[in-house]
């Protein structure tokens, strides 16, 4: 029975909520929907402010902690077998899809694009395991930078003479923490010319492959 009673207060209860004036339902879900959206806003907005804080905070830490800032070109990129190891890299990263080659453009939107080179992996920002090697050049101290790649490490070029004494102090004395960063220069690359027929087609050219990389040195 007292359940039977409990049952009949849930249904009177309801027959009164659902009884009540359709606009009244309405004006309550427009009054719910409103408080919650400017709950929502609200913190959505907090959130903004704490991330962009953190993001100012974690920019001051690293501009404390910069020791410099270098982009050079290394040097001696078509001595030895450099050339082959540079293709080989290309070709690593892409296999890796850290490369999208000719910008993942087919031959008809290259044709439409009216430019004059759409290069296969140069001018992507590329961010590869790395390492300095100290050598010699010329009966010269040199350092060379190697990439990793899936054959292991391999030679890619020189540091150019006048950043040696910068590195070996950065990298070899004081050790200081350095994110390197680098793009693949020249190689392969795609343009257009009419053929026999004055019909325009894709053609693959290639010029010598080089390498820019960009040293990013912080305190440890």
């Given amino acids: 029975m007292k359940n039977n009673n409990i049952n009949m207060n849930k249904y009177?209860?309801?027959c009164t909520i659902v009884g009540i004036n359709k606009w009244v339902h309405i004006f309550l879900g427009i009054m719910t929907y409103g408080i919650w959206a400017i709950f929502y806003f609200y913190c959505k907005s907090v959130k903004n402010n704490v991330e962009n804080q953190l993001r100012e905070e974690e920019q001051k830490a690293i501009e404390a902690n910069k020791v410099d800032y270098l982009t050079f070109k290394l040097t001696g990129t078509t001595y030895d077998n450099r050339q082959e190891n540079i293709k080989y890299?290309?070709?690593?990263?892409?296999?890796?899809?850290?490369?999208e080659p000719y910008d993942g453009m087919t031959n008809k939107q290259i044709i439409e694009s009216y430019e004059d080179r759409i290069w296969e992996c140069a001018y992507q920002l590329l961010d590869p395991e790395w390492k300095f090697k100290k050598t010699k050049h010329d009966s010269e101290i040199a350092i060379s930078v190697l990439f990793d790649t899936e054959k292991g490490y391999i030679d890619v070029g020189y540091i150019?003479?006048?950043?040696?004494s910068k590195i070996n102090d950065y990298y070899f004395e004081k050790n200081y923490k350095i994110f390197l960063t680098c793009e693949i220069l020249g190689g392969k690359y795609k343009t257009v010319e009419d053929d026999d027929y004055g019909k325009e087609k894709v053609i693959?050219?290639?010029?010598?492959?080089?390498?820019?990389?960009t040293l990013d040195i912080r305190k440890k």
């Avoid at 890299?89 to 490369?99: T, V």
């Avoid at 693959?204 to 990389?213: D, Q």
Wanted: one cysteine or more; a negative charge.
């Fill in 12 to 14: 009177r209860f309801c």
């Fill in 89 to 99: 890299f290309a070709k690593d990263q892409i296999e890796k899809m850290e490369i």
């Fill in 160 to 164: 150019p003479k006048e950043s040696i």
């Fill in 204 to 213: 693959i050219k290639e010029l010598n492959y080089g390498i820019e990389v």
